[in-house]
């Protein structure tokens, strides 16, 4: 290895989030120790793992731990682990850049304001970086297991732009990383400031954390957490700050989760898992190739991050730790996909966590919502994808309906049905793109008027949320807009209207206008106020689905909506006594396409639309300047 240094430039995204964390941390520069001693501790058991296989790598060195060294008079920190440490490549890897996809969308949300800045970056997780919020120069230097001690490498940066890299010698195996405090930030050279911490964020680490400080005069440093696997220890021996300090470490958040199950299993198969529901949305959730998952332990021995294969895709918020006493130590992804425990645990965990959720929805309902609101259209996947979990889901929804008024999402099914009117043995709902579509649709006219509650269907994945439902508590779920609509009447009997033989005269002569602008046209039995709606057939394809398919491009069969006409409506009234036909028909369009506006859709031809409102406004006023010709004439 040369050892001649060169200077590299930071990753833009690493300059920008470098700048931003400075200003916005200020108010919590302490987490930097949380995050670098997570780091040494990550290195520790990645360590361990690799040594699985080679044994070698831990030649004589075999107790891992981590080191803390303070000097209060040169204003030194130093964070020391004898674990994997890095390579040159990996080095310039791991701190010059971020390899995680999406980062440049979310930093352009940064705006300057700290609270809301330091927010959004807990979201990202800060990670080595943070160093820089109380360093004004800090260097690294890092022997990777299995190099030799003159392959060593260190890094050294001011944190403003660049970084350098040169070769060195190196006893020690593994990464020591040395801050060179700010001035003010000089209490954490403080001894007992330190001890706090530590105390503070990571009691819950498995290595030994001691602290040696230069001003004790001792030689000898002395362990100062706990140093055993949290999930290790009891329920009752662990409080609640613990939890959420591991789970920091464990998630890379920087808030608080909102709720966490801690279980050991025994029997058959053996295994504990303490999983975390976080307090608020990644900024990658969205993501699909974000990484996921538990990490995984084997008799205590990490084993892998992000094991995907212990929760479905839905429950991919989920953060934790599965450890099982079963599973041979040198398995890899591949078998355990093939692995007969993982089916057993995978559908265990995921009852924990359903559980866990239900739990709250009814003892905690405040932070159920807030739960919903981070959380909600993603556990909507799983009523899709989960039938054998989709009576627990169905439990979790919650929705904005016609009975609270508000766009909140906060009704469940069972306070739905609670509400059902006699007789009543449907759900109703309404799918449309957004909430105030959806709160005045045409088409919820008849059970407003009824007191029959529907639930307002805005999220884009609704339109499969109920298809995938079908029913809840033996109500079958029907969408408002399509096919016909059995309304529970109010002595609690269906009745059907007949047609009489006038109103088929319009019906005919209003679809000989419209042509093959329609499939049908109907007398409507949901509307009140509105002249006319649209309706899709019972085997058409949902307008909102429709919509969201010809947006990513794909061909979607043609279909004609059912135009339904409220005859008791004035506008249709003087529409039936229209002799002139030319008049019907353009009016007749109009009811349509007012019918399709209303359902948020898109007209065909807005051009052609406009000219027949604009030749219809044009008769008004030609109407009412006759008028007023003609009471001008009456007073002469
Ligand atoms: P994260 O821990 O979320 O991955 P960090 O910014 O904390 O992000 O660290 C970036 C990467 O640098 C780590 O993923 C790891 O690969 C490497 N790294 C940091 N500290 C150490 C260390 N003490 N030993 C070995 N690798 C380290
Ligand atoms: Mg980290």
Not at 253 to 259: E, H, Q, T, V
Not at 264 to 285: H, M, N, Q, W
Not at 360 to 389: M, R, T, Y
């Amino acid at each position: 290895m040369s050892d001649k240094r060169e200077t590299l430039g930071f990753q833009t995204e690493v300059r920008q989030l470098l700048q931003l964390m400075i200003h916005s941390m200020y108010s919590n520069k302490e987490i930097f120790l949380r995050e670098l001693i997570s780091n040494a501790s990550d290195a520790a058991d990645k360590l361990r793992f690799e040594a699985l296989a080679a044994p070698e790598l831990l030649s004589d060195d075999t107790e891992l731990g981590i080191r803390i060294e303070i000097d209060k008079d040169k204003g030194l920190l130093s964070v020391s682990d004898n674990g994997t440490g890095m390579s040159r490549d990996e080095l310039i890897d791991n701190l010059g850049t971020i390899a995680k996809s999406g980062t440049a969308e979310f930093l352009q949300q940064m705006t300057g304001d700290k609270k809301h800045d330091s927010n959004l970056i807990g979201k990202f997780g800060v990670g080595f970086y943070s160093a820089f919020i109380v360093a004004d120069k800090v260097v690294v230097e890092t022997r990777r297991a299995g190099l030799a001690a003159d392959e060593a490498v260190r890094w050294e940066s001011d944190g403003q732009g660049e970084f350098s890299i040169e070769g060195i010698e190196r006893e020690e195996r593994g990464t020591r990383v040395t801050l060179h405090l700010k001035t003010d930030a000089s209490e954490f050279s403080e001894p007992f400031r330190i001890e706090s911490l530590i105390r503070k964020y990571s009691d819950h680490i498995e290595f030994p954390v001691s602290l040696l400080a230069s001003e004790s005069g001792d030689d000898e440093a002395k362990v100062i957490n706990s140093a055993t696997a949290l999930w290790t220890r009891s329920r009752s021996d662990v409080s609640d700050d613990e939890y959420k300090e591991f789970y920091k470490h464990l998630s890379h958040d920087f808030a608080d989760p909102l709720l966490w199950s801690h279980n050991r299993v025994e029997g058959k198969r053996e295994y504990t898992s303490l999983l975390f529901i976080p307090g608020s949305a990644p900024f990658d959730l969205w993501n699909r190739d974000t990484p996921r998952g538990l990490k995984l332990y084997v008799q205590r021995v990490f084993i892998m991050d992000d094991a995907e294969q212990f929760l479905p895709l839905y429950l991919r918020f989920v953060k934790g730790v599965v450890d099982s006493s079963d599973l041979p130590l040198n398995i890899s992804r591949e078998m355990l996909q093939q692995s007969p425990d993982l089916i057993a645990m995978r559908s265990a965990l995921t009852r924990r966590v359903l559980d866990m959720l239900q739990k709250i929805a009814i003892s905690d309902k405040d932070n159920f919502q807030k739960f919903w609101g981070e959380f909600g259209q993603v556990l909507k996947e799983g009523v899709v994808e989960d039938h054998a979990n989709k009576d627990k889901l169905a439990k979790l929804l919650r929705f904005a309906t016609t009975h609270s008024g508000t766009d909140s999402q906060d009704q469940s099914l069972a306070d739905v049905v609670g509400r059902a009117r006699k007789g009543q043995d449907q759900i109703y709902y309404i799918l449309a793109d957004n909430y105030a579509t959806a709160a005045a649709s045409p088409h919820l006219e008849q059970l407003k008027k009824r007191g029959i509650e529907v639930l307002l269907l805005t999220d884009r994945i609704d339109a499969w949320l109920a298809d995938g439902l079908v029913e809840y508590d033996g109500k079958a779920l029907v969408d408002v807009a399509r096919g016909a609509l059995d309304l529970p009447d109010d002595d609690g009997t269906d009745a059907q209207d007949a047609v009489s033989e006038e109103h088929d005269r319009l019906l005919q002569k209003i679809q000989g206008a419209l042509g093959d602008r329609v499939a049908a046209v109907k007398v409507s039995r949901r509307l009140v106020d509105s002249p006319a709606c649209v309706v899709a057939g019972d085997d058409d394809l949902n307008p909102q689905i429709r919509r969201m398919l010809e947006a990513s491009g794909q061909t979607v069969p043609d279909s004609k909506p059912i135009l339904e006409i409220n005859v008791d409506h004035p506008l249709v009234a003087s529409l039936s006594a229209e002799s002139d036909d030319g008049r019907f028909g353009e009016l007749s369009s109009i009811i349509l396409d007012h019918a399709m506006l209303a359902e948020g859709a898109q007209l065909a031809n807005p051009a052609e639309y406009v000219q027949r409102i604009n030749k219809l406004l044009l008769g008004i006023e030609r109407g009412a300047d006759k008028s007023e010709q003609g009471s001008a004439e009456n007073r002469s």
